[in-house]
């Protein structure tokens, strides 16, 4: 009993420590890559290739003024970005990483991702409440609209891959995919996951929340120091969990087909998957621009809301009908 | 007494002392925000109880449903009304137990309720021996329940074209 608890404990550690630098660097490989992508250098200078940007990044947080705003509900304040962090590092102990690494092989593994992005929104919503400032109030009240109704199609365009795996385990929808990457018949689902994901992290095209032409920093506008960088923590790490989602969702997981499977541990199948996702998310942010808040709204109800329920409706057909 | 509950059983009571301390700071608090969040607590308390019950797709969607999106809904109002701060002008001023007193007594009943089914071996036994799988629950819902969820369905499109008539733009630039 005692081992086993030390070693689930031991993985833990480890999943968290090699989790938390990778979004710290994400900061750094994001501006680095669009700089590249937009024939300038980006951030060079600290290290190799500017590779230790993201340490220099920390140090500089670190050095700043932890500000509490006398204006401020000083205990929501204070625990607004904590719970951003704690939910997304939550959702990733339902993630399978490779065939025995994984913290948790939760029954309901996907309910649990679900409830988990659901309870993030309080972060964002109770920081703009808690600031007391117009800015962070009215970055609050969109990511609340945006999170509730992006979270609709986010769970119904999932739902096509528990019928057609029967399962909400997550490692049992990888084992499920052996035959075949699910994103063969769930495409339409994978791209309502996709877009759902992006609003639900708040990225570049759908960061109205915080989009800093109209609303400063919006959410976050009243937060410095660690509190700040905690946000920032959130919306890497969140950008990794819905990458990871996708993978294991929709992409196999760490699977490979034959002759690839053997070249590489699933592990870095798993990692390199996620990594082309991570790339594609900041490919996105580069070239979209940002829509104004009414048409994300509408777009999410008009156009998200009746394409995932056919997807489901279709998907139930055929699975019904024998053909899937 | 305690010495011999099993790790279940005082994690369940775990997270229904904090179940019952949130509830009661709901409406005990003045700070509109502040009991929201209590609220919250004490929906996610009753999950676990929900899970360690053995019924984890009720615990999933305990959290989704209410927690995630319902009470985000209730945050969102106060929010958009502004009611952190003048509600308190309305509320009675005597902090009183007298006041409360119907809820408690109704919350004390079905306290006392659960007290005896957990401490009914027999009730904890198959408690613990069945758990409740997603796919019973859709069995359930779709076959002996069905009636009762088509209701509750109808109930919700009347619902919603209630909130579609309120909220539509006015084109005669008349009230509504």
Not at chain 1, 60 to 81: C, H, N, Q, T, Y
Not at chain 1, 197 to 219: K, N, Q, V
Not at chain 2, 146 to 173: C, N, R, T
Request: net charge negative.
């Amino acid at each position: 009993m005692m081992p086993e608890m030390l070693w689930k404990l031991l993985e833990i550690t480890i999943i968290i420590a090699l989790l938390i630098p990778m979004a710290a660097m994400l900061v750094w490989v994001e501006r680095r890559v669009i700089g590249i992508w937009q024939d300038r250098h980006g951030p060079n200078r600290v290290g190799p290739f500017g590779i230790l940007q993201s340490l220099a990044d920390l140090l500089k947080i670190l050095g700043k003024e932890d500000w509490i705003p006398p204006f401020s509900d000083r205990l929501v304040f204070i625990l607004a970005p904590i719970i951003g962090a704690i939910c997304v590092l939550m959702s990733f102990a339902v993630v399978p990483f490779s065939p025995d690494i994984g913290v948790s092989d939760l029954n309901i593994g996907l309910l649990f991702f679900l409830a988990m992005a659901s309870l993030a929104v309080y972060s964002v919503v109770l920081a703009g409440w808690a600031s007391n400032s117009k800015y962070a109030l009215l970055g609050g009240m969109r990511a609340a609209a945006q999170t509730v109704s992006y979270e609709v199609f986010m769970g119904l365009s999932v739902m096509g891959v528990v019928l057609l795996t029967g399962t909400f385990n997550l490692r049992e929808i990888v084992l499920a995919q052996s035959e075949g990457w699910l994103i063969q018949s769930q495409f339409v689902g994978f791209f309502i996951f996709l877009v759902a994901g992006i609003a639900e992290s708040h990225r570049l095209p759908f960061d109205l929340p915080e989009a800093e032409t109209e609303l400063t920093a919006g959410f976050h506008t009243e937060y410095s120091g660690l509190k700040f960088a905690l946000f920032f923590l959130g919306e890497y790490l969140g950008v990794t969990l819905i990458s990871a989602m996708s993978v294991v969702l929709f992409f196999g997981g760490w699977l490979m087909p034959e002759p690839l499977s053997a070249w590489l541990p699933p592990l870095v199948w798993f990692i390199i998957k996620i990594m082309c996702f991570v790339m594609f998310f900041i490919l996105l942010r580069t070239s979209l621009p940002r829509p104004r808040f009414d048409q994300l709204l509408k777009f999410g109800w008009m156009v998200m809301l009746p394409l995932a329920l056919l997807n489901l409706i279709v998907t139930a057909l055929l699975r019904l009908t024998g053909v899937l | 007494m305690l010495t011999d509950l099993a790790t279940i059983d005082s994690l369940f009571y775990l997270a229904a002392t904090v179940a019952v301390i949130a509830s009661l700071k709901v409406v005990t608090g003045s700070n509109t925000v502040h009991a929201l969040l209590y609220l919250v607590v004490s929906l996610l308390a009753v999950a676990v109880c929900f899970y360690l019950m053995g019924a984890p797709f009720a615990a999933g969607l305990e959290v989704i449903v209410y927690a995630g999106a319902i009470l985000v809904l209730f945050v969102f109002a106060v929010l958009m009304f502004g009611l952190g701060k003048d509600e308190t002008i309305n509320a009675p001023k005597s902090k009183s137990v007298a006041n409360m007193f119907g809820a408690m007594l109704l919350a004390f009943a079905l306290l006392l309720e659960l007290t005896v089914i957990i401490n009914n071996a027999q009730i904890q036994q198959t408690l613990q021996a069945n758990v409740v799988s997603s796919k019973a629950v859709g069995i359930m819902l779709y076959g002996p329940y069905l009636l009762a969820v088509e209701i509750a369905s109808f109930l919700l499109l009347a619902g919603l074209l209630a909130g579609y008539h309120y909220a539509k733009p006015d084109v005669q630039g008349s009230q509504l």
